[in-house]
């Protein structure tokens, strides 16, 4: 995983020996049962420009907004910022807020709003917890004040289990679907990758939980006593994308090592490979596996070499590019862009386009305005609004 090559240490020497293995020229991907072609450049979008919202964020991790138009920005070193509809911060952050784990990859992580936002003000977010030889992801519920300053009735409503050390690789996503219920991604914690591969583990998996934190009814693994029931799917490294299109179907990115990020649609109860498949290598260029697809094993629909250090997914449904409508966003750490994936209506992978950046892109998301917005990763992280450029030709729908 190249995220953890950028966060902390100057390890972009690794990413360079991921550009000197790579496939070159292979914009396209191709969707298909076999083992997918990994993609390297792809060629530039058009017909966009990018206006900052707002700068003076550290490390900001995910945006949530709020019915009014304002929205909620979490910094990984614990701190829920409010942003006014008119693009201001408010000059405190959110009280209420528990202490978290802040430490490498780790901190305050995802956010997002219960469906009924509205009538019931529950907010979610995720956090490492613990310490730095015992660590965990956790998932937390509260109540937003009516002036949004203040978080209520506070609750750790699901810790992933086991315990890891070290402080890489929490994930973590949050999606509700459209039944209500939630999508938690957990990492494999790094240390722990056979983790990945094991049901009677959270880590390194999708996992499937009511809005109160219990495993969710229907979960595949429900009736498998030596299983954690809140599985949805297993054999992932480190998840850091998630995203629900309008036809119901999940779809997820996350970190391979040197080489190998995955773009995958997940359904229930399957395996999605890792560590037993990979298309990357040890950091230090040794063979993790010579398998780049098994039998009883999910393909991913694309592959990225070099690493994307994908973070963060949105799928586009607003109305100011048509030509961008159902197609999919992916952020890029550590190679400082978004990755436009075209799908075609029934999910297939037709081709990508590049949005370069010159900072790290943690989260990507759906405006309620109808424009795209990016979180990025810095010491002075900015929000990010992507709109129409004003001398570009009228789009058409896809």
Do not use: C
Not at 99 to 110: K, P, T
Request: glycine share 10%; proline share 7%; no cysteine.
């Amino acid at each position: 995983m190249i995220h953890i090559i950028s966060m902390q240490t100057p390890r972009t020497h690794l990413f360079s020996l991921a550009l000197l293995i790579a496939l070159p020229g292979l914009a396209p991907s191709r969707a298909t049962a076999e083992p997918v072609t990994p993609t390297a450049a792809a060629p530039a979008a058009t017909g966009y420009k990018l206006t900052k919202v707002v700068d003076g964020l550290e490390h900001p991790w995910a945006i949530a907004w709020l019915p009014d138009g304002s929205a909620l920005i979490t910094e990984r070193e614990g701190r829920i910022r409010l942003l006014s509809k008119a693009g201001t911060l408010a000059p405190n952050p959110l009280k209420g807020v528990p202490e978290v784990l802040s430490i490498g990859q780790g901190g305050l992580l995802d956010i997002a709003l219960h469906p009924k936002f509205a009538q019931n003000r529950l907010v979610y977010f995720t956090h490492s917890t613990g310490t730095a030889k015992a660590n965990n992801t956790r998932l937390v519920r509260a109540k937003l004040s009516h002036d949004a300053a203040t978080l209520t009735d506070v609750q750790t409503i699901f810790d992933a289990s086991p315990k890891k050390s070290g402080p890489l690789h929490f994930g973590s996503r949050l999606a509700f679907m459209p039944d209500g219920t939630l999508l938690i991604t957990v990492g494999e914690g790094f240390n722990r990758r056979d983790d990945a591969q094991s049901t009677a583990s959270n880590l390194g998996k999708v996992l499937r939980l009511t809005d109160d934190g219990k495993p969710a009814p229907g979960n595949p693994f429900l009736n498998d006593d030596k299983a954690k029931p809140e599985v949805w799917s297993y054999g992932h490294r480190n998840p850091q994308g998630l995203t629900i299109d309008t036809a119901g179907r999940v779809w997820q990115t996350e970190h391979g090592p040197l080489g190998g990020d995955e773009l995958n649609l997940i359904e229930k109860g399957k395996n999605y490979g890792w560590p037993k498949v990979t298309f990357g290598t040890e950091y230090s260029g040794a063979t993790i596996t010579d398998d780049r697809t098994l039998p009883g094993m999910e393909d991913a629909k694309v592959v990225w070499t070099p690493v994307l250090a994908a973070s963060g997914l949105a799928f586009y449904s607003g109305d100011k590019f048509p030509q961008w409508k159902g197609d999919l966003f992916a952020g890029g750490l550590v190679s400082k862009q978004v990755r436009r994936i075209d799908l075609d209506d029934n999910g297939k992978v037709l081709g990508q386009q590049t949005i370069k950046l010159s900072q790290r892109v943690r989260d990507v998301r759906n405006g309620p305005d109808g424009y795209l917005y990016i979180l990025t990763d810095e010491d002075n992280g900015q929000l990010i609004r992507v709109e129409p450029a004003s001398d570009a030709p009228p789009a058409a729908g896809k």
